[in-house]
């Protein structure tokens, strides 16, 4: 059974300072992994999706990368804003068995202080 | 615009109640998704259609039904044999499996 852990569960940083979000999968037989951001009380943000083929993906300040061998993705958060608060999940697709559903990380949730 | 709509955002239910939240999209996308999320949990799927009249049993469907009679529309019934109804509700949808989810805005489910 596919497991998603994020670690650290919450993480509080100065404006400006560059981070690392952890996220490791049991199962490395993954189609695809997503990052989601979450703010409190809405809905999921859809941030990157890389596939099982692709190293890493970038988007503005946001670069994720992923080794299916060790089963671990980062996403790496350039020049922090006090707007990048929030919840980021990542979630992960596939695994033995072909499953079609997405498996979610409990999240880390990220504190940018002025 | 297009994306997914949920409604209510809140919504209060009596024990015993049977209660549906809507979810509708615009996206033209194939596939749809139920997830509930628990506070310190992750999200954890209920039901998902991968085409209109087929659905198929998540990971938690006790308790649940939803349909599927059209395209853009995937409602969740929450019926009194589901004990622990409260939680945040969310719809999602993609192009197809494996494809890249977008999600609703939520629905705040709370048992009176």
């Known amino acids: 059974k596919q497991e998603v852990t994020q670690i650290p569960a919450a993480l509080s940083v100065p404006e400006g300072e560059n981070l690392v979000l952890n996220c490791s999968f049991t199962d490395s037989a993954i189609y695809n992994l997503q990052w989601f951001r979450q703010d409190p009380g809405k809905g999921l943000t859809s941030l990157l999706l890389?596939?099982?083929?692709?190293r890493e993906q970038t988007s503005g300040r946001l670069n994720a990368s992923l080794d299916k061998s060790s089963g671990r993705s980062t996403l790496y958060i350039a020049a922090s804003q006090p707007g990048d608060s929030a919840t980021y999940l990542c979630?992960?697709?596939?695994?033995?068995?072909?499953?079609?559903?997405?498996?979610f990380g409990k999240g880390t949730k990220l504190t940018v202080n002025p | 615009d297009g994306g997914i709509t949920q409604s209510p955002k809140y919504l209060f239910r009596k024990e015993g109640q049977n209660v549906t939240l809507s979810c509708e999209q615009n996206l033209n996308h194939d596939a749809m998704y139920w997830y509930r999320q628990d506070p310190g949990q992750g999200l954890r799927l209920i039901y998902y259609?991968?085409?209109?009249?087929?659905?198929q049993k998540g990971d938690i469907a006790e308790g649940y039904s939803v349909s599927r009679e059209k395209k853009e529309s995937f409602p969740l019934t929450v019926t009194s044999a589901q004990k622990n109804p409260t939680a945040f509700y969310l719809c999602?949808?993609?192009?197809?499996?494996?494809?890249?989810?977008?999600f609703g805005p939520g629905t705040r489910l709370t048992v009176l």
């Open positions: 979630a992960v697709s596939g695994g033995q068995g072909g499953s079609e559903k997405l498996v």
């Open positions: 999602a949808s993609a192009t197809s499996f494996y494809n890249e989810q977008f």
């Open positions: 890389i596939q099982s083929s692709q």
């Open positions: 259609s991968q085409i209109v009249n087929d659905f």
